[in-house]
């Protein structure tokens, strides 16, 4: 159906690409007929009133212009509603009216967040509000296998303290190893802690609201779980539509902690390696399987994204359910405090609490007393990091005392400075700030433009943050750059802007779909992520002439613009482009399950 299709058919026979049964579409149709048609519905009230957008559904389905009914925290009307009036009405002639986006991937109540997330005593920060400002109305917390508390006190704290976005828990690997295994989890679990894990699992899927298992295989300490171990988690996964969604093992030619001179020649795993692992938890299990963050970096994967997505697309097409979330930047978070030295070149006493340390001296301590094989050593980790974050030419000192430095990238240094990548390494360090590891802070671009164009074209790629809640009056001095990212406050914008409108990757609608009805769908919410009758109240209105990702690597935490009014389960927490502090959030359950207070 065209842009100017008639307003009073197009939503009852637009193509409906998530599955409704009959009976349902029925019921939907006379919704909505009957809210449209003056005749036959008296004027009336709603609490709010959408007028005149451009309704982007979330199906994928081409837009169409009408009006929005809310009352409570549903949409109960769609179509021609000029007779009808809102308690708020919102004119958003000119703008797009689209399901609020729903971010796969968010660490907004786990213990990375912690008390600066939405577990917080402080209302501005539950209100998560660079989530609200994208456009963002429900999270999935607890990625990459972190998971701080109980899953039913979690719950139980974030509904009695009140939160801005909805919030999906998702049980954590590494949480669940160490409510069972105490401190000695540096190992794999044994068959009884195995079991145990599986009945919380259970249990939290059952009874809790669990919308499944994240894993973190390439850190603490999922890392030393076995595939084993995994398979057996994931097989009560099916039973409850839970999705199985991790941080692979590896992302590249070697785990993120991986280093040659202390962990051996051979790395113990690859991208390709976690791939096929992961793949043969969806095989094996049914489980639905979500590679979460996904990304080709480094040597050997840079540029070879389609490698990656054919391999995952053969799996779909013999029946496995896998899907893949992917932010849209080409810098990673571990790229965000990029130092080159490795850990043990500093020392192995153990840092006090709050003492500065002086990391140039402890380096040149370090290779004073080294013999030629440590120095070599240094050398090989030095460049195995280099390599594995995208090499010299890909890699930007962010701050650093000599201003010239700021804004130059590492190929550029050497150039100037006439050194090898090993010796400026070694240069930053003494000649820059001492107080920090590397002498400067730098930001590696790990991933390829093209790679992310690659992931988005798929029908099957949702949109995700890796973010957290950050107050961006906070993030400045010495924290500018500290536990903050693009990411936090531009993704979803940057989603639509950028790579659907700028770069052509795809319409307008598939963009919408991917960052709301396909989520919902993943994760089994049958009453969001679609602008239809009956469906929750989460909605995003957006000036698409305006939408725009407003930060920079020099300048993360800094608001988008084009998102000017966000509803949450029928409660405005962006109003006029202005962030309101409501906290209208639920912790959300998958559909059709019982949740024990």
């Not at 109540?109 to 005593?121: F, I, K, N, P, T």
């Not at 006190?153 to 009695?160: D, I, M, P, S, V």
């Not at 890909?394 to 190929?411: C, E, F, T």
């Not at 790990?446 to 074209?457: A, N």
Request: charged residues 25%.
């Amino acid at each position: 159906m065209s842009k100017t299709g008639n307003p009073m058919t197009t939503p009852a026979t637009r193509p409906m690409r998530l599955a409704l049964s009959a009976t349902l579409l029925a019921v939907a149709c006379a919704s909505i007929f009957g809210a449209a048609t003056a005749a036959e519905t008296p004027r009336r009230q709603f609490d709010i009133l959408i007028r005149g957008g451009e309704i982007v559904d979330g199906t994928g389905a081409p837009r169409y212009r009408g009006d929005v009914g809310i009352d409570g925290d549903t949409i109960v009307a769609i179509g021609e509603l000029s007779s009808a009036t809102g308690r708020k009405t919102i004119d958003a002639k000119g703008l797009i009216v689209s399901p609020g986006f729903v971010d796969m991937h968010a660490h907004v109540a786990d213990d990375e967040g912690g008390s600066m997330g939405m577990l917080s005593d402080d209302p501005r920060r539950r209100a998560a509000q660079n989530y609200v400002a994208q456009g963002v109305t429900t999270t999935v917390g607890n990625p990459d296998g972190y998971q701080s508390m109980v899953l039913s006190e979690q719950r139980a704290l974030l509904t009695r303290n009140g939160i801005g976005p909805n919030i999906a828990l998702t049980n954590g690997h590494n949480g669940l190893r160490a409510m069972v295994m105490g401190k000695d989890q540096a190992r794999p679990a044994t068959a009884a802690e195995i079991a145990r894990m599986r009945a919380i699992l259970h249990e939290d899927l059952a009874k809790h609201g669990s919308f499944g298992l994240s894993l973190g295989v390439e850190y603490f300490s999922g890392r030393y779980s076995t595939a084993d171990e995994q398979l057996e988690l994931a097989r009560e996964l099916p039973a409850y539509n839970g999705i199985f969604i991790p941080h692979v093992r590896s992302q590249g030619i070697a785990p993120m902690w991986y280093r040659p001179s202390v962990d051996g020649k051979t790395p113990p795993s690859t991208l390709d390696d976690s791939i096929a692992e992961t793949l043969r938890v969806g095989r094996e299990t049914g489980a639905t399987v979500v590679f979460t963050h996904m990304k080709a970096w480094g040597p050997g994967y840079r540029g070879h994204a389609q490698e990656i997505v054919d391999r995952l697309q053969a799996a779909r097409d013999q029946g496995s359910r896998i899907y893949m979330d992917v932010y849209p930047y080409d810098s990673s978070g571990s790229d965000g405090d990029f130092v080159a030295i490795p850990p043990w070149a500093y020392g192995t006493r153990e840092r006090k609490q709050g003492e500065r340390v002086d990391y140039a001296q402890a380096v040149d301590a370090t290779l004073k007393a080294a013999n030629a094989k440590r120095r070599d050593d240094l050398s090989r980790d030095i460049r195995h990091t280099i390599s594995l974050k995208g090499g010299v030419e890909n890699i930007v000192v962010l701050a650093y005392p000599d201003q010239a430095y700021v804004g130059k990238r590492l190929s550029e240094l050497m150039a100037l400075r006439k050194l090898g990548d090993v010796e400026l390494v070694l240069a930053l360090q003494r000649e820059g700030d001492a107080s920090l590891p590397g002498g400067a802070r730098m930001r590696s671009f790990s991933m390829d433009e093209e790679d992310i164009k690659t992931f988005y074209r798929q029908p099957w790629t949702a949109t995700s943050t890796d973010g957290w809640v950050v107050l961006p009056e906070e993030a400045v001095g010495d924290l500018k750059y500290v536990n903050t990212n693009r990411r936090v406050f531009g993704s979803f914008p940057r989603r639509i802007a950028h790579y659907s409108q700028a770069q052509k990757v795809d319409t307008l609608e598939q963009a919408i779909r991917s960052m709301s009805g396909l989520p919902a769908q993943i994760l089994n919410l049958a009453d969001r992520g679609r602008i239809a009758v009956g469906m929750k109240a989460d909605v995003t209105v957006l000036d698409l002439a305006r939408l725009r990702d407003n930060t920079t690597y020099l300048e993360p935490s800094v608001y988008p613009d084009g998102i000017d009014h966000v509803i949450v389960n029928g409660t405005p927490v962006v109003d006029g482009g202005k962030r309101t502090l409501a906290l209208p959030g639920k912790v959300l359950s998958p559909s059709g399950s019982t949740v024990v207070p």
